[in-house]
């Protein structure tokens, strides 16, 4: 399932920080010319024709090849070897910079990115969990239970709990504790939507015996398992004796404050808005961390955030911003951190309402897409840095088409597109017209969207050119999402952000248009049986091929205009080790300090 994001507000419209000292710049070969004060995409492109000169004339570099490298690797975003390099030393603390305070640390209660970054599978555990850096598949590993059996018809679900688990105030841990969990996120009082949400076909479950739990579905789903390592197992001894609306309020619940897991760390401390303390479990059932201490800091202000990185007082910076990125010319930062940019599961999107005229033959759709300057937004206005693409899945995994091309930007094709369709400028009045109704139509997008502003703006002068009137409204969050499951709008843009694997049914089905995540009215026989069937197939490669097929059913009707993947940009002190992207966030109970590790002067 894939869940909205307001990537697009402010954040990533801030002005990011310019180091006042710049690196001296080193050029090769003077007809090259200089890179101080390019977008890393001008820089990269700089010493790529450094490099070819210098090997045509067969000149000796005049700058070492280890600085050269490290330079190229520090444009492009990408994590040296020697980061994975080395005997992992035990000990230290790693402070990680993070935005926001979360409203709890119980992400059953609160679906929050923060809280669940800091607590699923690091706190709290699952009955399983997916191989981190098995990517683009990302399977299946044990995690409290050891082994699972499913059932012919794939419908029960038997787990082996692991023995010898204790919680982190030393009580056992037993099927007692999963059967609690359960109890709370299907109560309807209780907070957990947005995990039981993932359940509503589970039929029953129960436990066998002190380390067995059978889980029986309703019908064939191949999520089931996904669904259940979402779930942050959490002690019975804490929870069972809580009603639900115990369970949501920190003031009778001490797990949404004060976690206690089974995981590879445990709670130490939280001072709100300032700093959030793990430290090492070294009763754990598997392999204990190499840090001894990990705290997350929290700091609002991107700026800040950078100057703390400068000072030494934070270890790794998560969320940098686009432009904090291209302008990075710090000599501190270049000479003792790395960076990262990794493409996870999201996409950017704009959306065709097809309950309006406008939207509902597939030549209109298909000509407003090719009127958005895609190729011109990600190089000009983005600096580079999205990809582009066409899937609604995970870009890397194999339910994309890689065949698939997106539409090019064709203003002159769009408008043969839109004459076939009806809409041309009957009347002389310079806008386009059908049977009377004119094309002119409202774009709304959420308040503080900067991001998307500045290409929106294009957009309505690009479409005003050829006799489509445009308005833009801005619209606070709480508002935007009401009229998008009313279905209350013309066009909009998001981004949906999600997982290794994705069930699309609640954006994609026609049965979404009530009460799913289907707010453009799209309905396709074929497509809601591609995805029916789906559901039920097993066989990833399988399921796949029907993905693929689904997927060219949407390039060729283009209900949503597919931006672009938004990367993932973050900073990482040198002296961090066993750092490795992953779409499960960083593995930091895999991460150790180098101790020997000293700046360059």
């Known amino acids: 399932m894939k869940h909205a994001s307001r990537w697009l507000g402010s954040d990533m419209g801030r002005l990011g920080v310019r180091a006042a000292l710049c690196l001296a710049c080193l050029c090769a070969v003077a007809a090259v010319g200089c890179t101080r004060g390019k977008t890393d995409q001008e820089r990269a492109r700089a010493a790529a024709e450094a490099a070819s000169a210098r090997a045509a004339k067969a000149e000796p570099s005049a700058v070492p090849a280890s600085v050269a490298a490290a330079d190229d690797l520090w444009l492009a975003g990408k994590l040296p070897a020697s980061v994975m390099q080395g005997q992992p030393h035990s000990g230290g603390e790693l402070v990680v910079g993070i935005r ?18 800091i607590t699923r599978h690091r706190v709290y555990e699952g009955l399983i969990n997916v191989d981190p850096f098995d990517d683009p598949n990302y399977r299946y590993v044990p995690e409290l239970a050891t082994t699972w059996e499913i059932s012919a018809d794939r419908k029960t679900y038997t787990f082996h709990l692991r023995k010898g688990v204790v919680w982190h105030d030393g009580l056992p841990f037993t099927a007692r504790d999963v059967i609690a969990t359960l109890d709370k996120i299907r109560d309807p009082t209780t907070k957990a939507v947005h995990v039981r949400s993932s359940l509503q076909e589970l039929a029953s479950y129960s436990a066998d015996d002190d380390y067995t739990v059978t889980f029986k579905w309703k019908r064939p789903y191949f999520l089931s398992l996904d669904a259940l390592s979402d779930i942050p197992i959490q002690p019975a001894h804490v929870i069972a004796r809580l009603k639900g609306r115990e369970y949501n309020e920190a003031a009778t619940n001490i797990l949404n404050r004060n976690p206690i897991g089974t995981g590879p760390f445990k709670f130490v401390t939280w001072q709100s808005n300032q700093k959030i303390a793990l430290a090492r479990n070294d009763a754990y059932w598997g392999q204990a961390p190499y840090l001894e201490r990990l705290v997350f800091r929290i700091q609002s202000d991107h700026t800040v955030m950078l100057q703390l990185a400068e000072r030494g007082d934070i270890d790794m910076v998560d ?4 432009e904090q990125w291209v302008h990075m010319d710090s000599p501190v930062l270049r000479q003792a951190w790395n960076r990262s940019k990794f493409y996870s599961a999201n996409y950017a999107w704009i959306g065709w309402n097809e309950e309006r005229p406008f939207f509902a033959d597939k030549r209109v759709r298909r000509a407003l897409t090719m009127l958005v300057d895609r190729p011109g937004v990600i190089e000009k206005m983005l600096y580079g840095l999205p990809r582009p693409t066409t899937c609604h899945f995970y870009w890397a995994s194999s339910a994309c088409d ?47 969207a900067s991001e998307a502003a500045h290409w929106v703006a294009k957009l309505k002068e690009d479409l005003s050119r050829i006799g489509i009137e445009m308005e833009i409204q801005s619209v606070e969050w709480a508002a935007f999402s009401k009229r998008l499951s009313e279905h209350r709008f013309d066009a909009c843009t998001l981004l949906w952000a999600g997982g290794p694997r994705d069930e699309p049914t609640q954006i994609w089905h026609s049965s979404g248009i009530k009460g799913g995540s289907n707010y453009i009215s799209y309905r396709n026989p074929a497509v809601d049986k591609l995805l029916e069937d789906a559901r039920v197939v097993f066989d990833a490669g399988e399921r796949d091929a029907l993905y693929r097929k689904f997927g060219g059913i949407l390039q060729d009707e283009q209900p949503y205009t597919f931006m672009y993947v938004r990367p993932e940009l973050a900073l990482l002190h040198k002296k961090i080790k066993g750092a490795r992207e992953s779409l499960m966030w960083w593995q930091f109970e895999r991460m150790w300090i180098d101790p020997s590790f000293q700046a360059p002067k």
Do not use: C, I
């Open 319 to 322: 969320q940098v911003t686009t």
């Open 402 to 448: 890689a065949e698939l091309k997106p539409l090019p930007y064709d203003p002159g094709a769009a408008q043969t597109l839109l004459d076939e369709a009806g809409w041309k400028d009957s009347n002389g009045d310079g806008v386009r017209d059908r049977q009377g109704v004119e094309f002119r139509f409202v774009f709304m997008l959420p308040v503080g």
């Open 100 to 117: 926001t305070d979360p409203p709890s640390l119980n992400p059953s209660v609160d679906a929050d990115a923060v809280a669940s970054w």
